[in-house]
């Protein structure tokens, strides 16, 4: 009898098994095609069909493969988007179909409307996945890993992409130089604020994440420095302020980040001597205000143009992507550029965003607790620092790899909201800091 009852008891033990092995395979696939996103993340030249990247495409096997695991458990879909974002997107939105009724051009309403829908896309959807699929601390590391070694091969790419001319600015597996030298300065930004921890605390148990992130930072170092892209170069210098700053301005941090920075300008210098195509040179020659072509008088040129015809009607824009016959160039600001092509209440809506962004940053960096949330909390806000200087003077802000900090700063603070919820269901009577309306 004993014996029969023992036997019930592990063939119904056999299904509970089956189903949570089920269950667990179910959460991982989703989130295996999410890491292999963020892997191709910056190889923007991928582009199976319909000018749509390799990235684009696994992350939305993803999003299906995670609405197929809510439906077959029957799940509430849990929408947990910042009202900051949700609106500032909507406004950007609204303005921008406005403005469409009233341009003529109709290759110009047609792309507007696609970087819209990839726009709400991205920030109400695939924001949303993140923070439903990815479920630690460790998780999130992962994922920013991956885009940091994304970055890197790109960037090995782009240093060999064009031996005979090393140093004609290669736009590695990028659409862009812009976009190289962008995700080359986050990659280099992200690797090097990992090695600062590592080798401080550096155990046997660590010596592949030291190896990964001294391939990631060299590899990405050396292609920020092929692209010669200005912007990059003082996106990484901003960013490093504020690690120092972050991590407190002790001697020590500040005479290692000055010798790094005495030397590279040194080096500058000395190959500016024997190389027509080096930074120092382009520096000087984009910057010559005496020089039409140059970058910064072209530049100047363009923002007044755009501020002229912002003036004449500021709630209504010009449509996104659209060029000024005047000068031939987009307007090169995240600002300008939003107000020009979309109208006033978009560039109010896209404040929102950037706002609630950097305050969701910010809150975490104050709330994480453990050494790895802290080290997690800096790397995505030095990263989305680095993206949003060099948005201030290149026209790519719609660009995924650029929101990716946010949508794991966005997945980090779920996470530990949900552990302190738990923490305090325990213990009635801690108080809890909470994410204010935005």
């Known amino acids: 009898m004993c014996f029969e009852q023992n036997l019930e008891n592990e063939s119904l033990k056999i299904p509970n098994i ?4 089920m269950s667990s395979l179910a959460i991982k696939i989703p989130r295996i095609f999410y890491y292999l996103g963020c892997l191709t993340i910056a190889q923007m030249i991928f582009r199976p069909a319909f000018s749509t990247t390799l990235s684009d495409y696994l992350f939305f096997i993803s999003l299906i493969f995670a609405l197929i695991n809510i439906t077959i458990k029957s799940e509430e879909i849990k929408y947990n988007i910042p009202n900051g974002l949700t609106i500032g997107v909507y406004l950007f939105l609204i303005n921008l179909f406005l403005t469409l009724l009233f341009v003529d051009d109709s290759h110009l309403v047609k792309f507007s409307t696609i970087v819209a829908v990839k726009f709400l896309y991205l920030i109400l959807i695939w924001f949303w996945l993140s923070m439903n699929i990815l479920r630690t601390p460790s998780q999130v590391k992962f994922a920013l890993i991956c885009f940091g070694i994304s970055c890197a091969i790109s960037a090995v790419y782009g240093v060999f992409e064009n031996p005979q001319y090393l140093w004609q600015r290669p736009k590695g597996m990028a659409d862009h130089v812009n976009q190289f030298g962008a995700t080359c300065g986050m990659g280099t930004i992200l690797g090097f604020s990992y090695l600062w921890n590592t ?9 592949t994440q030291l190896l990964v992130f001294l391939f990631i930072f060299i590899s990405c170092l050396a292609g920020l420095y092929v692209s010669e892209s200005l912007g990059s170069l003082l996106a990484v210098g901003v960013a490093l302020l504020v690690w120092t700053i972050l991590k407190g301005a002790r001697l020590k941090k500040i005479i290692v980040v000055s010798l790094g920075i005495l030397a590279c ?3 500058l210098l000395h190959q500016a001597q024997y190389n027509k195509y080096s930074i120092a ?12 072509n140059a970058t910064l008088t072209s530049r100047l040129l363009t923002y007044r143009v755009a501020l002229e015809r912002i003036f004449h009607n500021p709630l209504i824009g010009e449509g996104i992507g659209k060029k000024l016959n005047e000068t031939g160039y987009e307007v090169h600001n995240i600002f300008l550029k939003v107000l020009f092509e979309c109208g006033f209440i978009a560039m109010f809506g896209f404040v929102l965003i950037l706002y609630s ?3 969701h940053l910010i809150f975490l960096f104050n709330n994480s607790q453990s050494t790895e949330e802290k080290q997690l909390s800096i790397a995505l806000l030095l990263c989305f620092i680095v993206y949003f200087v060099i948005c201030l003077k290149e026209p790519i802000f719609y660009n995924r790899f650029g929101w990716l900090p946010i949508a794991l700063a966005l997945a980090l603070n779920d996470i530990l909201a949900t552990k302190e919820a738990h923490l305090h269901a325990r213990q009635p009577n801690i108080s809890s800091s909470e994410i204010s309306f935005f």
């Open 281 to 292: 040179q382009r520096f000087k020659r984009e910057t010559n205000l005496n020089n039409r």
């Open 265 to 267: 300008w040194i080096f």
């Open 18 to 21: 089956f189903k949570k092995q």
């Open 199 to 207: 080798i401080r605390d550096f155990t046997k148990q660590n010596k």
């Open 357 to 359: 962004s950097f305050k």
